[in-house]
């Protein structure tokens, strides 16, 4: 089955330690995105990258790193410098349009991170 | 710079009901994608609809409809006899013909609930 893997689904957290989500996709996608959505906030860009080793800053990326060794693979690590780690982060990959604008995402389950 | 806004946070419709979501989008591209997305309770964000900004058609698939207007920059989701199943989460993005720099700009969501 092609599709976008997410895990772990639920993850807690202390406060002060880092933690990596990881998302990995087997539809050949050369674009990869990290979201964090927040109850009546909507998705936010934290990272994305359109190739392997490049990725650049989203509008919300302070206390996040990302990186992309793989093509298949965009781990998000949080950081200690995340100051309200706490939401449902989801992980999407898409094409690259080439400049067209067309590109429908496609999602993954999401993971639940919750610092205590 | 691009920007959604749904401005209906919850609605609330018994089932069998029609019901409308809007969407405004603000974009100074002439060569722009709008997408619909629906998010059930499981999270995982599930593709609709595509329109780009050539195509002013309505477009009809079984209960959903959506209405593209440039003129007022609103691309409306109308669900015909609500179902149950159609509770979720739904958001509207919009990206632009942006060579390098592909991303979606999401609205804040609408939260549909169908009471039985």
């Known amino acids: 089955d092609g599709g976008i893997t997410q895990s772990p689904k639920y993850l807690f957290r202390k406060e002060g330690q880092n933690v990596t989500l990881s998302c990995e996709q087997n539809l050949n996608h050369d674009a990869m995105y990290w979201y964090r959505q927040d109850p009546g906030q909507g998705l936010r860009l934290i990272y994305y990258s359109q190739i392997v080793n490049d990725f650049q800053k989203g509008d919300i990326a302070e206390g996040y790193s990302v990186s992309r060794e793989k093509k298949e693979s965009f781990p998000l690590t949080v950081t200690s410098a995340q100051k309200n780690p706490t939401a449902f982060y989801l992980c999407?990959?898409?094409?690259?349009?080439?400049?067209?604008?067309?590109?429908?995402?496609?999602f993954g389950p999401g993971t639940r991170l919750t610092v205590l | 710079a691009q920007k959604v806004t749904q401005a209906q946070t919850e609605i609330s419709v018994v089932e069998k009901e029609d019901v409308t979501l809007d969407c405004v989008y603000e974009t100074r591209d002439t060569t722009y994608y709008l997408f619909w997305y629906k998010q059930p309770p499981s999270g995982e964000l599930v593709f609709l609809i595509r329109?780009?900004?050539?195509?002013?058609q309505n477009e009809i698939s079984g209960r959903y409809s959506w209405n593209f207007q440039k003129s007022t920059s609103s691309f409306n989701f109308t669900i015909t006899a609500s179902q149950v199943v159609d509770s979720a989460v739904y958001f509207c993005a919009l990206s632009e013909a942006n060579f390098g720099n592909e991303k979606l700009t999401f609205g804040t969501g609408t939260r549909l609930t169908i009471i039985p």
């Open positions: 329109r780009n900004s050539f195509d002013e």
């Open positions: 999407a990959s898409s094409i690259l349009s080439g400049g067209s604008g067309n590109i429908e995402q496609f």
